[in-house]
Each structure stands twice: as structure tokens, then as C-alpha cells.
């Protein structure tokens, strides 16, 4: 059985805290934040860097944590941000969390009991068999975790408060952000660079433990809207064009397999329609489409115009309109022009005892439009895993593991200045 560390206790400790604050957004909120919960979690972080000798802690008025751990060195060094999300994902409730600490994990189904039709398997979710011995925490059975990103938040507030005890780890200026909005795509859309005043960034957003991600999705937000033609069902004949009966063929001829999140894996793309209004007149559907190779979001579009333009030729008198939104583009594109902040990464991580694994984000995480506004931004892993689900869970030992990563990782720009 592992015993807890004191690091290992603590962090856990800051996590069930932080899960039991509901702070999920809203993609269809016009605020910002999309909900103001998040920043109840903010005022309690701020709370906590002032607490441990973080001075110049506070949330502006968007709710943007900022905070700094100052240098203790005379050489200069390039000022590291360290990044995470308060915000939880909408797609499941993040309403009263109740958090539980199963201890020494030996690889048994976990019953989740508010709701003992959810149950976490090693054979459903296979790193989970990596984490025997491990302490796992996870939720009740009604709600997500939020370890996505609230285990990275655990982590930053963890390592400013070990760095600050700790005068014997040399390190330069270390600039604290936690941001709000990121699961709704607009973690910085009000960030102030000037603000952060950092030279390199990682976010602490990925899953498994050595995980190091230099390559996101680039994303677009697409709306496919159809227009059909209105009459009285009693007197339709020849008249009505009924919207949601084109809207359903169009997506009955999206394509099954491939170009689906559920068909694709690895540095494949996808559409994905996830959201549908539907009236007799006028139904749209809205899409995410996502790739790591960026010309090719054109590609996936020109599908979708397609076979809106087949769908329409099935309905005369039907018409159809398009509008594209650019959410965030692939970070490689960024990271490429600065190896050393990856090759930093993984230098540490071979100094803590992790094996690095770099790989790619189905996702997004806000390190990449961090990596075009000038903060050059991969992303460390965290242990969050099952992320956005009832089975959401988290290893304390590898939030562990990412503190001693950053730890090293601080020393690694110290002795490189």
C-alpha cells in the first residue's frame, strides 16, 4: 500500500475542495464569464495564494486569477506561466460534486454509489489498470468530477505554495493564471497579455501521467441552417417544404464511419453536428470541425456544403445558408519556432522519474490560442481521465508526479539562463 506523502495528501485535500464548487459554463451565455459561479471558485484560490505568501494575488473583473511566484535568483531568466481552468465542461452536471477518495486502488469495478448503474471499469477505461496501488478519487455517480481542470488548478496551487517554502529551488518569476470559460472555447478571449507579463507557458490540462501535448486540434464552429417554405398541414399539398425533414436528411447522410469523433482516433478529423432547433420553417444544426492539419478544416466544410446541397435538391423550394466561426488553430504551428520549451519539458519529466510520452490533444486546450498570442503554451499532463463524464476519475499520484515535473521543470530554465 502507498502511503501518502504530505505533497500527496495536500494536493488531494485542494481538490475535493475545489470540485465541491459548482463551476460550470455556458456556451450559450452572452456574460463573461458565460457563468458567474466561476468566479466562487476564484475569490477561494485568491484567498489561498494570499494565504501562502502569493502577494500580488487577485481576480480582475473577468475572473482571471493572476499571481506570482517572485525569482530567487540573480541570473534571468524567461518568466514561466503555469495555467488552468476553473470552469467544468456543460456537457454533465457539475452541481453538488460529492468527491471520494478510494485508497490503494487494486483494480476492482468501482461502484459510484448515488447511482449504482455507474460503474468504472479497468475494462472500459484502461489506464485505470495502470493506477493500481494508486489513491483515485472520483464522483458520487450523478455528476462529473471536475478534475478536468480543477486537478490542474490543485497542482499550480500546490507548486507556488512548495516553491515558496522552498529557498533552496532556484527558479525565476513563475506567473500563476487560472482562467474561466475554456470548456465554452473562450478561456482568453478577455485575456490581457500585458497582465500576464510571461515568456513561456504550460498548462496543466492533460491525462496520463508523462502525457506532454504540443499538437492540438485547429477548430472551426459551423451552422448549417435550412429554410423551407411554411403552410397549413391541412392544406399543405404542393405547398409546404418542411425544414426539419430536410434538416434529417442532410444528417442521415453525414458519412458513418470516419470523419466522426466516434470512427476516428489518433491525428484524424471529424465533424461533428452536436446541437439541433428544429421548426417547420426554418432548422439548423450546428457543428464543431476539427483537424491537425489546418487546410484541411476547408476540406471537412466543402463536405458538409455538399451534401446541404444534395439535401436541398431532394426538397424544391428548400434553401440553405452556412456561417463559419475559427475557434483555435493547432499550437504545433507556434511551438515549432521555440523547441526548448518542450525539450525543458521532457528533460524534467526524465528528472522526475517520468517517462515523457508526447502526443497529440483531440481537443483544444486554452495553450492553443495562448501559443498565437504571443505565450508559446504545451500542455503537462494532470491524471484527469473519463473527462466530461460521470466516470471521470484522477490518480493522486500522478498529481503528484506533475508537481515534482514542474519543480524540476522551474530548476531545468534556472540553470539554462
Not at 135 to 148: E, R
Not at 211 to 235: C, K, Q, R, W
Not at 269 to 277: I, S, T
Not at 327 to 353: C, S, T, W
Amino acid at each position: 500500500m502507498i502511503i501518502m506523502t504530505e505533497t500527496a495528501q495536500n494536493v488531494a485535500n485542494r481538490l475535493i475542495r475545489y470540485v465541491q464548487v459548482d463551476t460550470q459554463s455556458d456556451p450559450y451565455s452572452d456574460t463573461f464569464p458565460s457563468t458567474g459561479k466561476q468566479k466562487n471558485l476564484g475569490r477561494i484560490v485568491v484567498a489561498e495564494l494570499l494565504a501562502i505568501g502569493i502577494a500580488d494575488a487577485y481576480m480582475d473583473e473577468w475572473g482571471y486569477v493572476f499571481g506570482t511566484v517572485p525569482s530567487n535568483t540573480d541570473k534571468d531568466v524567461e518568466t514561466i506561466c503555469f495555467c488552468s481552468h476553473l470552469d467544468t465542461a456543460p456537457d454533465c452536471s457539475g452541481t453538488d460534486v460529492k468527491p471520494i477518495l478510494h485508497r490503494n486502488y487494486q483494480g476492482e469495478d468501482i461502484v459510484l454509489p448515488d447511482d449504482t448503474t455507474q460503474v468504472i471499469t479497468t475494462k472500459q477505461h484502461k489506464y485505470l489498470a495502470e493506477r493500481v496501488g494508486d489513491d483515485i478519487i472520483t464522483a458520487s455517480g450523478t455528476t462529473l468530477l471536475g478534475a478536468d481542470d480543477k486537478a490542474g488548478v490543485a497542482i499550480i496551487m500546490q507548486l507556488a505554495e512548495e516553491l515558496i517554502q522552498s529557498s533552496n529551488i532556484k527558479h525565476g518569476d513563475i506567473r500563476i493564471l487560472f482562467t474561466p470559460d475554456e470548456e465554452v472555447g473562450r478561456g482568453v478571449d478577455k485575456l490581457d497579455m500585458n497582465k500576464l507579463n510571461a515568456d513561456v507557458g504550460y498548462t496543466l490540462d492533460g491525462g496520463t501521467r508523462g502525457s506532454l501535448e504540443g499538437d492540438t486540434f485547429s477548430a472551426n464552429a459551423m451552422t448549417v441552417t435550412f429554410h423551407g417554405i411554411s403552410a397549413h398541414p391541412g392544406y399543405a399539398k404542393g405547398k409546404m417544404v418542411n425544414s426539419v425533414k430536410v434538416m434529417s436528411a442532410f444528417l442521415a447522410s453525414l458519412p458513418a464511419v470516419g470523419l466522426s469523433p466516434e470512427t476516428t482516433s489518433g491525428a484524424e478529423g471529424f465533424v461533428h453536428p452536436y446541437n439541433l432547433r428544429g421548426q417547420l420553417e426554418t432548422s439548423s444544426v450546428d457543428f464543431i470541425v476539427r483537424d491537425f492539419t489546418t487546410a484541411n478544416l476547408g476540406k471537412h466544410q466543402q463536405l458538409v456544403v455538399d451534401l446541404a446541397e444534395a439535401a436541398i435538391a431532394q426538397y424544391p423550394g428548400a434553401r440553405y445558408e452556412v456561417s463559419v466561426k475559427e475557434q483555435y488553430r493547432n499550437m504545433r504551428e507556434m511551438l515549432d519556432k521555440f523547441p526548448h520549451i518542450e525539450a525543458n519539458a521532457v528533460e524534467a519529466m526524465k528528472r522526475a522519474g517520468v517517462e515523457p510520452k508526447q502526443d497529440l490533444v483531440r481537443g483544444g486546450t486554452d495553450g492553443s490560442r495562448l501559443s498565437f498570442m504571443g505565450l508559446p503554451c504545451p500542455n503537462i499532463f494532470t491524471g484527469e481521465m473519463a473527462i466530461h463524464s460521470k466516470h471521470e476519475y484522477v490518480s493522486v499520484q500522478d498529481m503528484e508526479a506533475a508537481i515534482h515535473v514542474c519543480m524540476e521543470l522551474v530548476q531545468v530554465y534556472e540553470e539554462n539562463a
